[in-house]
């Protein structure tokens, strides 16, 4: 399936809100990282040309970043950097109580959004500027080191 063909399918609930968050992501994360269909979802990635060794090691598998997915009950946002980063989670965490008035609907790195008229159009572009390319390849590099997953 292709991104056309993934957001041709949102359901009508969504479809207002998912193509904000879209733009909100694209005008907000930093350069380097790459528009794919991965994981069933659009997925913003560091491509292989800068980062060869790929996700899990799989040299066919650029390394994801943050995807974006709609679902029938909630909007998701798959946020691999904030996953791991303790300082970043709770900026996001205590950020998102000042500014939404629902609670935060979380897992490690999917933030679940609800309802459409609470979503943080703001706050979720100022999430996206938080880390570069380079950084998440360190902070990628990093952890799979420590947990002995690199070669």
Not at 59 to 75: I, M, R, T
Not at 118 to 126: A, D, K, R
Request: charged share 25%; hydrophobic share 35%.
């Amino acid at each position: 399936m292709s991104i056309e063909e993934y957001e041709q399918a949102l359901p009508e609930k969504w479809r207002e809100s998912y193509f904000q968050l879209k733009e909100i992501i694209i005008t907000h994360l930093p350069t380097g990282f790459e528009l794919v269909m991965q994981y069933g979802m659009p997925t913003f990635v560091v491509p292989l040309a800068v980062f060869p060794e790929g996700y899990l090691q799989r040299e066919d598998e650029p390394l994801p970043f943050v995807s974006l997915g709609a679902q029938k009950n909630h909007l998701a946002i798959y946020h691999m950097g904030i996953m791991g980063n303790p300082p970043l989670l709770t900026w996001f965490q205590e950020e998102y109580a000042k500014q939404v008035p629902t609670k935060l609907n979380m897992g490690k790195s999917c933030i679940r959004l609800t309802n459409p008229k609470n979503i943080p159009y703001t706050l979720v572009g100022e999430l996206m500027e938080k880390i570069t390319v380079e950084e998440w390849i360190e902070r990628y590099t990093h952890y799979q080191e420590k947990s002995g997953n690199r070669k």
